[in-house]
Every structure is written in C-alpha cells, then in structure tokens.
C-alpha cells in the first residue's frame, strides 16, 4: 500500500518561500502522478500542481503558476513542491496525493483522479 507523508509546512511572512515535500513509503513513486491540493479555510479543496509519473508534465493552476515549482526525484521517491512570494490567501493544508498511470505522460488537478492521499502540512503566511 502506498503511504504518502507531507512535510516543509510551516508559518511564514507575506513574502516569503516554502517548500513542501511528499515523501512515499510502501512503493516507488515513478509509476503514479502526483497532484498537490490545498484546502484553505472557507474554500473547497483546489488543485495546485500535478507532475506526470515520469515528469514529463507539468501543470500549475493559474493564481499560483508563476510563485510555484512542481518536481520529483524518483530515485528519492520524493516530489517537492516549492513556493515563492506567498501570500496570507495562500494559508491553508496542503496535500499531496498519488494516482496509479505508469507509461503516460500526463497529469490532472482532479481531485476524483487520485488514490492515494496523505495527511497535508500547515502553511500559514501571516505578518
């Protein structure tokens, strides 16, 4: 069974960068794509970011595509998604989660698309 863990949240000033880490235990990474979701207070949980199993994909949701970074190593069986410039709006849970898809080169911000799921890190961009 795949488990995924987040990690790298935290609290950080209007401005400033993280960077969140989903590290999986159970299988290897480089046959699932990953999304990346966030749940902020008052929203539904949105799509962020995904990556193709083999990383030839990138997506990014539109408010968030020039402040973030999706990539993985699969020899790490890591995927790290770093953010810039964040914003108090950007506070909530982010979560990463798996989908089974080896030998394609695509990956969706569905939330209906995915497995597996881990339990999401706080960030908090607060002055």
């Known amino acids: 069974q795949l488990q995924l863990v987040e990690s790298g949240g935290g609290l950080v000033q209007p401005g400033g960068s993280l960077r969140l880490s989903c590290a999986a235990s159970?299988?290897?990474?480089?046959?699932?794509?990953i999304g990346w979701f966030r749940q902020t207070p008052g929203k539904e949980q949105e799509g962020v970011s995904c990556?193709?199993?083999?990383?030839?994909?990138?997506d990014y949701v539109d408010f968030m595509k020039a402040r973030i970074t999706i990539s993985r190593d699969n020899i790490k069986n890591t995927v790290v998604l770093e953010m810039n410039s964040l914003k108090p709006e950007d506070t909530g849970v982010y979560i990463c989660?798996?989908?089974?898809?080896?030998?394609?080169?695509?990956?969706?911000?569905?939330?209906?698309?995915?497995?597996?799921w881990g339990q999401g890190t706080q960030v908090t961009v607060s002055s």
């Open positions: 159970g299988r290897t990474l480089d046959n699932y794509a």
């Open positions: 989660a798996a989908a089974w898809r080896p030998y394609t080169g695509f990956c969706m911000k569905n939330q209906g698309w995915y497995e597996f």
């Open positions: 990556i193709s199993s083999r990383g030839s994909t990138r």
